[in-house]
Structure formats: C-alpha cells, structure tokens
C-alpha cells in the first residue's frame, strides 16, 4: 500500500472508501471493517473532489466526511452492526496495518476539513499536487497534514513502575505518563520536564523503545522507558487524577497491548523478569 494525498474528481467502484462523520468513524462490526464500497453505501451524492490517502495495485482508498443526517447505509447494511463509532473503541480489533490506514484516515479527513481557506489573506485554498498540500495564491507556505510529536514514557525503579491514571479512564485503569513536546525541545527535555510537572520526580537513563501514530487528534507517541532517580510523587497539574508506583507482579489494569503504553509495560516487565 502506498500512501498518497491527492484529489480526485470520481470514484471507481474498485475503490474503498472511508468515511466519518462529526469525528467518528464508521464501522461494519460483523465483519471488522471500516472500510467500504460504493456499492454497500447509499447512492452518494457528493460531488469531487475526493481524497485518497493510499493506493495499491488493486484498489485506491479514499476517505469521505458526511453530515450527520445523511443516510448512508445501503440497503443490505444492518445497522445494528454498522454504526459511527468513535475510533479509539475500535483501534484494539485492528491489525496493524489496518491500524496505520485508519489512524492516517482520521488525521488527512480532519486536515481536509480544515483546510478550506488560507489564513493569512482568507481565499479559498487550491490543491497543489505535486506537494499533495494545499496552497494560496498568495504565497503563504503550503499547508500540509501537521502531526503533534509527544513523549508517552515507562518509570521504573527495579520491580516497581510508576503509573497514572485520568479521570477518563476506566475504572481502576493505570497507564504511562505522557505529554506534548514543546516548540524547541527534544524528546528527552520533554520527558523530563513533563514527568517532573506531572508526578514531581526525577528521571535519566532515557532509552527510546518505539513510537505510534495516536490519531486524537494528530500525535505521534514516541516512547521511551526513564529510571527513577529521586523524588516523592505529588500531583503538580489537572492532568492526572492519581499517581502511584506499583510493584510489576500487582499491577491495576493496564492498557491492552495495541497501544504503545501497554507495549512499554508488558516489555518493561518481560525483560525485568529475565534478569
Ligand atoms: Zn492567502
């Protein structure tokens, strides 16, 4: 699969399409598939140009926005099984592959959407496809899908990791910290800037570990494991609502291992266990 960003003006009946609606993305339960043909769908009556994101030999797919009254369901879709579903609910039923094309899909559809007009004079933007951006007349720099780079890191000190948990999770739910980086900093100033604001304590031996694209709205998590230094845990902002080290052999409920956070802990414990 090759990952393009152009317009189009029609759609063939080869194509796959992606669509969302109001943020969430629509989703075929019974078969785990959000991605669908012209011929499953409603009649469409959008006009192009529409936009692909990828293409292979077979097949090019293209992401589509829909208002929120708009019948979109064919007529042999049972809607007790295709409905608009927010993406994270599904992100854990996805392979990864299917995770790169979906997360890449919420991040252009919401690009597009937002891109209409230039915002230093206001016109209306054009499509430059050679740069697969859009573009004003007015020599404004090109506008091209922007993607937030954060820090989501694993503390450890020997048998022991610190977790946090937001007033958002689900009950009893503790994950890795995370945070943005901010304009001019690395990575590793990040991380330790965010775990000293957010649980007041000290890390070094950062060791990078992987990085996952987290399409809410447009990040790309870089991980890293940190070894505790020094430092009493204290809740310094609004972001987390507990903090606490946990013992690796009595851990809360932790996130699955579709994300890079439960990745950073099941391989934190893997390895320690080895030791
Ligand atoms: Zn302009």
Known sequence: MKLIRELHESINEDSKLIIFCDNKILYDQSKNTYTFKIKDLNPINHKGPFLCIAS???HRIYVLEVNKNEPILGLFMDPNSVNFVDLRQILGFLDQSSFLIASRASILSAWALNSKFCSL????YSFNEAEGAFEC???NAPNYPSISPCIITLIHDDDKILLGRSKFFPPN????????IEAG???EEALIREVKEEVNVQVSDINYYSSQSWPFPAQLMLGYFCKYIEGEIALNDMELEDARWFNIKELPIIPPDTSISGQLIRSYIE???KL
């Open 121 to 124: 004079c206001g016109k209306a």
């Open 185 to 187: 900093e690395s990575a």
């Open 137 to 139: 007349s007015c020599n």
């Open 271 to 273: 390895d320690h266990s």
């Open 56 to 58: 292979s030999e077979s």
């Open 173 to 180: 739910m503790y994950s890795t910290l995370a945070g943005f």
